[in-house]
C-alpha cells in the first residue's frame, strides 16, 4: 500500500527559505493530479499548488504565487514545494496529496483527494 512520507518542515524568520518533500514509499504512478495544501491557524485546510499528471502546468492559489513552486522527481518518487520570502501568515502545517484521476488539476479541494501525507509543520517568525 503506498505511503506518502514528508519532510523539510521547520521554522525559519520571515524572508528565508524552506523545501518540502513528499516521498513516495514505492513506486507511483505519476498518471495523477498532485498538489499542496495547508492548514493555518486562521484557514482550515486549503489548496495552494498543483502540478499536472505529465508534470508541467503548475498552478497556485494567489497568495502563494510567485513565492512558492512545485516540482516533482519521477526517478525518486518525489514531489517538492519550494518556499521562498515566507511571511509569518505561511506557519501553518502542510500536506501534500494525491487526487483521484479524472477531475480538474488546476485547483483543488479536500474531496478531490485520495491520498494525503501525514504533515510538516511550519513556523514563520517576524
Known amino acids: 500500500q503506498v505511503q506518502l512520507v514528508q519532510s523539510g518542515g521547520g521554522s525559519v524568520e520571515a524572508g528565508g527559505s524552506l523545501k518540502l518533500s513528499c516521498v513516495a514509499s514505492?513506486?507511483?504512478?505519476?498518471?495523477?493530479?498532485w498538489g499542496w495544501f495547508r492548514q493555518t491557524p486562521s484557514t482550515s485546510r486549503e489548496w495552494i499548488a498543483s502540478?499536472?499528471?505529465?508534470?508541467?502546468?503548475?498552478h497556485y492559489t494567489d497568495s502563494v504565487e510567485g513565492r512558492f513552486a512545485i516540482s516533482r522527481d519521477n526517478a525518486a518518487n518525489t514531489l517538492f514545494l519550494q518556499m521562498d520570502s515566507l511571511e509569518p501568515g505561511d506557519t501553518g502545517t502542510y500536506y501534500c496529496a494525491r487526487a483521484r484521476r479524472g477531475g480538474v488539476c488546476d485547483s483543488l479541494v479536500p474531496s478531490d483527494i485520495n491520498l494525503w501525507g501525514q504533515g510538516a509543520q511550519v513556523t514563520v517568525s517576524s
Open positions: 514505492e513506486v507511483s504512478r505519476w498518471g495523477y493530479c
Open positions: 502540478i499536472f499528471p505529465d508534470g508541467t502546468r503548475p
